[in-house]
């Protein structure tokens, strides 16, 4: 707890390795929820994209490894794919458990998806360029569910070697969100 209230909490928290060096730190503000009656009311929600039945797979880019994240994920693409330059929309479900024996809440599964927007709407290829995520921001306007999560991702790359990930999240009851990846863009050496 680095901020602790009634309302509104900031946590958070850091992976080490086993020299004691961080890896990985996450922060999260955790908002009081409460029904409000909003005057005039909002508008409608969008309808997500077609169901993940309505997808197909896609063959991943090519990797030297046999399982990692792209065997951990079932994907169904809508629009694009990962060997298609430019925005996509998927639906992608976790095919395993992030802590042995531990199931993943609808939070923990749009938290997976949401770092892959990058990756689904790449806008050079993998072949020739890497992508280095810096940072990644997920902001949610309510509480997710179902295993699916939907995806409209794009990324615009820059010639000055940044770019950002845009990704509009849903679930199959509408949308969640957004999540922001800021991108370091390098040429790969030939």
Do not use: C, K
Request: charged residues 25%; proline residues 9%; without cysteine.
């Amino acid at each position: 707890m680095v901020r602790p209230g009634r309302s509104v909490e900031l946590l958070e928290g850091e992976l080490l390795d086993e020299q004691g060096r961080e890896l990985v730190r996450a922060r999260a503000w955790r908002l009081r929820t409460a029904e409000i009656e909003l005057t005039p009311a909002p508008a409608p929600a969008p309808e997500p994209p077609p169901g993940p039945e309505h997808g197909r797979a896609s063959a991943f880019f090519p990797t030297a490894a046999t399982v990692g994240y792209h065997t951990a994920i079932e994907w169904r693409f809508i629009a694009g794919g990962f060997r298609e330059l430019g925005p996509a929309t998927v639906w992608m479900r976790s095919r395993v458990a992030l802590v042995p024996g531990e199931a993943l809440s609808p939070l923990e599964r749009v938290l997976v998806a949401a770092d892959s927007g990058n990756g689904v709407s790449a806008a050079l290829d993998f072949a020739s360029h890497r992508f280095v995520n810096v940072d990644l921001g997920v902001h949610l306007h309510r509480l997710p569910a179902g295993e699916w999560v939907g995806l409209e991702a794009t990324t615009t790359p820059q010639p000055s070697g940044i770019g950002l990930a845009d990704t509009a999240l849903w679930d199959e009851r509408g949308p969640l969100g957004r999540a922001l990846q800021t991108l370091l863009i390098e040429r790969r050496p030939d």
